[in-house]
């Protein structure tokens, strides 16, 4: 199973709808990137506490870069799973 397959297995759509988390931009499953928020480059993992929905423009312009906002996606991702019922 791909790490696609896994993020959209545990998020379930909004009517079809997935939101970016960086900009908020509504997009349809085809549009959207699954970003590792610890990218695979630095040892990142397909685990579902590493991945979130991004726009294709957020996700190109972050890269491979590791900074604060990598702790507080981190920090908002894993909230947001043990909160979730299955
Ligand atoms: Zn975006």
């Given amino acids: ?3 696609r397959d896994i993020y ?3 998020n379930k759509s909004n009517h079809g709808w997935y939101t970016c988390v960086r900009c908020g931009k509504k997009l349809r499953k085809s ?3 699954i970003d590792h928020i610890i990218p695979q480059s630095r040892g990142g993992s ?11 423009t957020c996700n190109r312009s972050k890269q491979n870069s590791m900074g ?3 702790v507080k996606d981190l ?12």
Avoid: E, P, S
């Fill in 46 to 56: 397909d685990n579902i506490l590493n991945l979130q929905c991004m726009c294709k």
């Fill in 68 to 70: 604060l906002d990598t």
């Fill in 75 to 86: 920090g908002k991702n894993i909230v947001r799973n043990l909160f979730r019922k299955k």
């Fill in 8 to 10: 959209f297995d545990r």
């Fill in 1 to 3: 199973m791909g790490y």
């Fill in 31 to 33: 549009d959207v990137d």
